[in-house]
């Protein structure tokens, strides 16, 4: 079983809708981040959470400890949005635990 | 802002070769990190860094696999015979404490 898991694994949408991508984890955290990574390879670090809400621009991340679950919403979204989408967590041992990601595609 | 600049960008080698993966963390952070990449699959953790030792290293990360500080700024990885499933992107990553800072990846294809 995967340790970290994000729904969904593809998503298409029209330009101006608002997206939701989901994380869910099974292990004890102390942090959790969402990254993006564009076609050429890099990735970007978007958040970090380890409790409540965060938003930055268009974009809003929230974590429920208890349930053990993540939320990336983007607001208005853009083509330029376009790119994959990564939950990975702060296990306990210095180490990320990466989820497979959402690839996400907003057509204009 | 601050980088993390990893070079070179792209390489290729022979299947045999040794290969090393430069990176230059930020310079205030403490912790440093390898991740790799295998076409259309998930990032995976190889090695953590801090005080001039390793930290935590995953099962990927076998007797081929070595990383260095030589010079207090750079931060290597030592692939020592290379395999064709080697081939990746290979992510270097620094942070202070938590909240990473990624490089650009270098791209490593074996031939």
């Known amino acids: 079983k995967n340790e970290v898991e994000q729904s969904p694994q593809n998503l298409t949408a029209q330009e101006g809708e608002f997206i939701t991508i989901n994380c869910s984890y099974s292990?004890?955290?102390?942090?959790l981040h969402w990254l993006q990574q564009h076609p050429g390879g890099g990735i970007v670090s978007l958040f970090m959470l380890s409790s409540g809400k965060k938003k930055h621009g268009r974009l809003i991340a929230t974590i429920n400890i208890q349930e053990k679950h993540s939320s990336l919403h983007i607001t208005a979204s853009h083509p330029r949005d376009s790119a994959v989408y990564i939950c990975a967590v702060d296990a306990s041992n210095y180490q990320l635990i990466w989820g497979a990601g959402t690839k996400l595609i907003i057509k204009p | 802002e601050p980088e993390v600049t990893q070079t070179p960008s792209h390489q290729v080698t022979q299947m045999g070769q040794e290969v090393i993966l430069r990176c230059v963390p930020i310079s205030n952070h403490l912790y440093f990190y390898w991740y790799r990449q295998i076409l259309g699959q998930k990032v995976e953790f190889l090695v953590s860094?801090?005080?001039?030792?390793?930290?935590?290293k995953s099962e990927i990360f076998d007797d081929q696999f070595s990383v260095e500080r030589p010079d207090g700024s750079n931060f290597t990885l030592k692939i020592r015979s290379t395999k064709l499933e080697d081939s990746a992107m290979y992510f270097c990553a620094s942070s202070v404490h938590y909240g990473y800072t990624f490089g650009s990846g270098t791209r490593l294809t074996v031939v």
């Open positions: 860094f801090y005080n001039n030792e390793i930290s935590e």
């Open positions: 292990v004890g955290i102390s942090a």
